[in-house]
């Protein structure tokens, strides 16, 4: 698509329009005298539809500043607005400069007074929702860079804490929980969920409070995923613990095949992802050790050689099924 689609020929002017004029008539043709002269906005000239002479080059647009940030029909300058600050990034504060516009010193009495503004710019740069949504948002950016999370996620993290606090749910619980809530369950919407254990250990917060905080958040907002399964957890465990390709995908394998029977239905998938990986590294003779798995899982050694038990079971009776019977 052209630069200049749907530009309006009024809002359009050339170099030469900007300057005086020199010419006897700049409606008419130097080179055959024609005044049938049109605007190619796609070359951004003035051409004689006579003799196709150039007159003018160089279109200047003056009209406003066409973006798609938000739908076709918007007009607006400046950087697209972000979830991540309080006010979207629309708002307006007073600088830290020292300086005026011509790059002068300002003088004492002036920084005095420019000082007064900014404190009054910082008081009343926010409103109320967005004041109890900043602390809210720094947590979440912090939390976001520890645990190493995508824009993405920190987007839709974002989007569901400013919708917690204007339902008032912020009120009487710690805001390191609802964070904690808002990233668990943005992280489940996006397919890559992140486990209980993994944000209580970040925050600080009980796996317990941070259930509950979550289960409140989703029945109050209507905020509604699908189920966390560990297949969603092995790529990512492998990956951290540094494992081959192959390990990963032998653990998947395994997954899968547990998946079509019952057998683990009732089990935490943090669980079955770890007791997932510690099988399929010794089927491959990869040394891994339970204590590796659990320290980057969160879920005890005990619980990892419950689910390995769980599968090697499964497929040793998948295998001989006669046997089994």
């Known amino acids: 698509m052209s630069q200049f689609t749907g530009t309006q020929e009024k809002d359009l002017t050339f170099k030469g329009e900007l300057e005086p004029e020199t010419g006897p008539d700049a409606a008419r043709c130097p080179n055959c005298g024609s005044y049938a002269l049109y605007v190619d ?85 926010y409103d109320r929702t967005e004041r109890a ?20 996620f920190r987007e839709r993290a974002a989007i569901l804490l400013r919708r917690t606090i204007e339902a008032g749910l912020s009120r009487g619980r710690s805001m390191d929980a609802i964070v904690a809530a808002v990233v668990y369950l943005g992280s489940k919407q996006l397919g890559a969920p992140r486990g209980l254990h993994e944000l209580a250990q970040e925050t600080g917060v009980t796996v317990h409070r941070i259930s509950l905080t979550a289960k409140v958040v989703s029945r109050e907002l209507g905020v509604f995923s699908r189920a966390s399964r560990a297949a969603d957890f092995v790529p990512r465990f492998a990956s951290q613990l540094g494992l081959d390709a192959a390990v990963g995908e032998r653990a998947l394998a395994l997954v899968a095949q547990a998946g079509d029977s019952k057998i683990l239905e009732a089990n935490s998938p943090v669980g079955i992802a770890a007791g997932a990986l510690y099988l399929a590294s010794e089927d491959l003779g990869v040394p891994l050790t339970q204590a590796q798995i659990a320290r980057l899982t ?12 769980l599968l090697k079971e499964f497929l040793s009776e998948k295998e001989n099924p006669l046997e089994a019977a």
Not at 80 to 88: A, G, H, L, Q
Not at 92 to 107: C, T, W
Not at 299 to 307: A, G, P, W
Request: glycine residues 12%; contains cysteine.
């Open 133 to 152: 949504l900043a602390p809210g948002l720094a947590q979440l950016s912090s939390l976001s860079a520890r645990m190493g999370l995508a824009p993405a």
């Open 298 to 309: 969160g879920v005890s050694e005990v619980t990892i050689r419950k689910h390995y038990r």
């Open 41 to 125: 906005s796609v070359r951004g000239e003035r051409v004689c539809d006579n003799c196709g002479f150039v007159v003018d080059e160089g279109l200047v647009d003056l009209g406003p500043d066409w973006t798609t940030f938000e739908g076709d029909d918007r007009i607006r300058a400046g950087p697209p607005p972000s979830v991540m600050t309080p006010d979207k990034g629309l708002g307006s504060m007073v600088g830290n400069g020292l300086r005026d516009a011509k790059g002068n010193p300002i003088d004492a009495r002036s920084v005095a007074a420019l000082n007064r503004l900014r404190r009054v710019s910082r008081w009343t740069r």
